[in-house]
Antibody, heavy 121, light 107 residues
Framework: QVTLKESGPGILQPSQTLSLTCTFS??????????VGWIRQPSGKGLEWLAN???????YYNPSLKNRLTISKDTSNNQAFLKITNVDTADTATYYC?????????????WGQGVMVTVSS | DIQMTQSPASLSASLGETVTIECLAS??????LAWYQQKPGKSPQLLIY???SLQDGVPSRFSGSESGTQYSLEINSLQSEDAATYFC?????????FGGGTKLELK
């Protein structure tokens, strides 16, 4: 059974760095073809892809945010991480991590429950 | 970036009816199109991938089709639990992009 769960600070101030953790089970990021992605959704709005990381440590970022994003993984502990630097109120959203179906660019077949992040002074 | 234009933004239908939601890709995505269902307060769930393949466990009243760069999600025999927002997403190329969503309300 594949499960993912996000965790984060809940609230942070503008200009700070947002650190998110995705803890998953039922698959391994050391397995060929496996990947994890991060997607966010402002309240009442659409979905925005942020970044992917693959079993071979290959990484892809949304160009619109690339300079602010860092994705990483801890294979031993079944975790993936996302950092967003210099946050602004526009980064207020629910952040999801999701497993990427093998051999696809970014087909998200299992999603976490999401973690709400508020950026406010 | 590949733009995904989804329509309508919202629709209202009755139990038992059939509805269709559409997504137009700005370029050829070679059937690499997924549909997700999102209920209020929940995360998106994958319904259909590769334009017309049903994800395991998804009821057969959901179906997907394509015509050129136009992709469609059809829901037959609407049930109360189908009230949700539906998103399309191209998984052909980076960056993966989503449609704006369609909110389906049951009368």
């Amino acid at each position: 059974q594949v499960t993912l769960k996000e965790s984060g600070p809940g609230i942070l101030q503008p200009s700070q760095t947002l650190s998110l953790t995705c803890t998953f089970s039922g698959f391994s990021l050391s397995t060929y073809g496996m990947g994890v992605g991060w997607i966010r959704q402002p309240s009442g709005k659409g979905l925005e892809w942020l970044a992917n990381i693959w079993w071979d440590d290959d990484k892809y970022y949304n160009p619109s945010l690339k300079n602010r994003l860092t994705i990483s993984k801890d294979t031993s502990n079944n975790q993936a991480f996302l950092k967003i630097t210099n946050v602004d109120t526009a980064d207020t959203a629910t952040y999801y991590c999701a497993r990427i179906a093998s051999t696809t660019v970014a087909l998200f077949d299992y999603w976490g429950q999401g973690v709400m992040v508020t950026v406010s002074s | 970036d590949i733009q995904m234009t989804q329509s309508p933004a919202s629709l209202s239908a009755s139990l038992g009816e059939t509805v269709t939601i559409e997504c137009l890709a700005s370029e050829d995505i070679y059937s690499n199109l997924a549909w997700y269902q999102q209920k209020p307060g929940k995360s998106p769930q994958l319904l259909i991938y590769d334009a017309s393949s049903l994800q395991d466990g998804v009821p057969s009243r959901f179906s997907g089709s394509e015509s050129g760069t136009q992709y469609s999600l059809e829901i037959n025999s609407l049930q109360s639990e189908d009230a949700a927002t539906y998103f399309c997403q191209q998984h052909h190329d980076y960056p993966p992009t989503f449609g704006g969503g369609t909110k389906l309300e049951l009368k």
